[in-house]
């Protein structure tokens, strides 16, 4: 089992960025893949970005060339860099990992407004 715990949301103003972390509760150099999703009110969960533990890096077109997912192994942690941030990535991002099943750590809230 995984547990995972995200932080680093909060209040942004459009144009700002924030790094957003997910620690894990054991190692995660044998997950093959972790991602960040988002969910804004009265809408479904969706992919924002996802890393493989190859290197391989996938991205939401929304957020392309505005989020970096990165992986430290040593650290068990995943990021999401978010910059040029605008108020349609308002949302609570959740952290993903999957290891046979999907697990989901508790969301962190990210606003984006003047």
């Known amino acids: 089992q995984v547990q995972l715990v995200e932080s680093g949301g909060g209040l942004v103003q459009p144009g700002g960025s924030l790094r957003l972390s997910c620690a894990a509760s054991g190692s995660i150099s044998s997950i093959y893949v972790m991602g960040w999703y988002r969910q804004a009110p009265g809408k479904q969960r969706n992919v924002v970005a996802t890393i493989f533990n190859y290197g391989r890096t996938d991205y939401a077109d929304s957020v392309k060339g505005r989020f970096t997912i990165s992986r430290d192994n040593a650290k068990n942690t995943v990021y999401l860099q978010m910059n040029s941030l605008t108020p349609e990535d308002t949302a609570v991002y959740y952290c993903?990992?999957?290891?046979?099943?999907?697990?989901w750590g508790q969301g962190t809230q990210v606003t984006v407004s003047a």
């Open positions: 993903n990992a999957h290891v046979g099943e999907d697990y």
